[in-house]
């Protein structure tokens, strides 16, 4: 059984792009293409007030930001950035190569080829989130990625210092300040000054998010992004104010942002209630949070922590906080969302931010089909094949001929045949008077 303590005022919206977004994007990405640097100077202009004879960084311009910043901003940056490395590690110490012989002479392998040249999307406006710096250039340098490419827009007028700091020491190779679609254009599709990126990641608004979904298979992205999300499970063991706390603290992205709880106690879930109202009064970013908590927060009781999964999965949360007596149950119970925190002693701000594992998240429930940024991105993951046993290249050439010919694909199954025939002695009817199979002699490997 279910209970809507609090319903949301507003249903779902539509996940798509607003027409008059998507017509705009369009609009900038073609004129990027035919135009370059001129129309990204031109869109820098109207929407960021922002020219310069150059929007790359020189490597006097990044030492003079950096060393302008206060010491423990450097620091706090250095370490948080020691966090997600040391993660991006382990992760990419988890992808392994291999090659194995699957029949005599026959060896099948795989590598991991990290991409040549990715472009980074650091959000600027209102909110600077240089975290991102951290989850998209550093962790496509730990996969290996040769070119990365940072772009962020102006804050009012002026370089960010702090997210210029955050790309150069996640160790960009450029770094350009411009923002907006038309910065994701010139990466995608590239311009005089910024050359054609393989692969687009990073978050950012409305417009950014839409050009990535226009540009998709012209250029790789991360993921298709939409507004953050949080979804709490408590039982009667929660503490009411850490709740109320960390809902709050991710409706205040955008007035877009879900932020839900289910709970099987029901005096928890009202007086979370209670006290979101009452930390949104005064709380500074309250015009973003005030109208995501009304318009899209929810509390809801169940009878039973089995139901709370369940339905938790039915939301495939970007982020899923558990406050329960025994937190690790849900890594068994659950399997549709974008990070798990278990726990109240950690929360969704810690992995924005510190923690180290990676903040860029499936949303609009694409949890079900998809997880987050993670090294493995940057890398391809290829296969190889090699025969080196006449014998086994005939059987599979045997095998592929029928095979082939169910599907109706005669050129396939001749090539198999060919193979049956040159090196196993089969008939090729189907040659006669075109070759002679036996003027085609035999490989030998060792």
Not at 86 to 103: C, D, G, I, K
Not at 176 to 181: D, N, T
Not at 252 to 265: F, K, M, N, Q, W
Not at 369 to 375: A, D, E
Request: aromatic share 6%; net charge negative.
């Amino acid at each position: 059984m279910q209970i809507q303590l609090k319903a949301p005022a507003k249903a779902p919206g539509d996940r798509k792009s607003p027409t008059e977004v998507r017509t705009k994007v369009e609009e900038i990405i073609e004129d990027v293409r035919t135009n370059g640097d001129d129309a990204v100077r031109r869109y820098s202009a109207l929407f960021d007030k922002w020219d310069r004879p150059s929007y790359r960084l020189s490597a006097d311009e990044i030492e003079s930001i950096v060393s302008s910043l206060p010491q423990q901003v450097l620091d706090d940056i250095a370490q948080v950035q020691a966090n997600v490395r040391n993660f991006a590690e382990l992760q990419l110490e988890s992808l392994r190569e291999f090659e194995v012989e699957t029949m005599p002479g026959v060896f099948l392998g795989q590598k991991n080829l990290p991409i040549r040249a990715v472009g980074t999307y650091i959000p600027g406006g209102r909110y600077p989130l240089l975290a991102s710096a951290h989850m998209t250039t550093l962790t496509a340098k730990v996969a290996g990625v040769e070119r990365v490419i940072a772009c962020t827009p102006p804050i009012d007028g002026q370089i960010p210092a702090a997210t210029v700091a955050a790309m150069h020491l996640a160790g960009a190779d450029e770094i350009h300040i411009v923002g907006g679609v038309q910065a994701i254009a010139a990466m995608a599709v590239g311009t005089e000054s910024i050359p054609k990126m393989d692969l687009i990641a990073g978050p950012g608004n409305a417009y950014v998010a839409e050009a990535k979904r226009q540009l998709f298979g012209e250029v790789g992205i991360d993921l298709f992004a939409g507004p953050t999300e949080v979804l709490i499970v408590a039982d009667e063991t929660a503490t009411p104010a850490t709740i109320a706390v960390d809902l709050v603290s991710q409706a205040e992205h955008g007035p877009d942002s879900p932020a839900i709880l289910i709970t099987t106690d029901e005096e928890i879930g009202r007086e979370a209630i209670r006290l979101v109202e009452a930390i949104l009064v005064d709380l500074p970013t309250r015009d973003f949070a005030a109208p995501a908590w009304a318009d899209h927060g929810q509390v809801i009781l169940v009878d039973n922590l089995d139901e709370a999964y369940r339905l938790a999965d039915g939301f495939a949360s970007e982020h899923v906080q558990i406050f329960t007596r025994e937190p690790r149950r849900a890594l068994e119970a659950m399997r549709d969302y974008g990070a798990l925190f278990l726990g109240e002693e950690t929360c969704v701000s810690y992995g924005d931010k510190v923690i180290g594992t990676n903040h860029t998240l499936p949303t609009c429930g694409a949890a079900r089909y998809t997880g987050g940024l993670w090294v493995g991105k940057f890398i391809k993951t290829v296969t190889y094949q090699e025969i080196r046993d006449l014998s086994s290249s005939a059987k599979l050439g045997e095998l592929c001929g029928r095979a082939a010919r169910v599907e109706r694909f005669e050129g396939h199954a001749r090539s198999g045949d060919l193979r049956a025939a040159r090196y196993g002695g089969a008939d090729l009817p189907w040659a006669a008077g075109i070759f002679d199979v036996s003027t085609l002699g035999n490989s030998v490997r060792a």
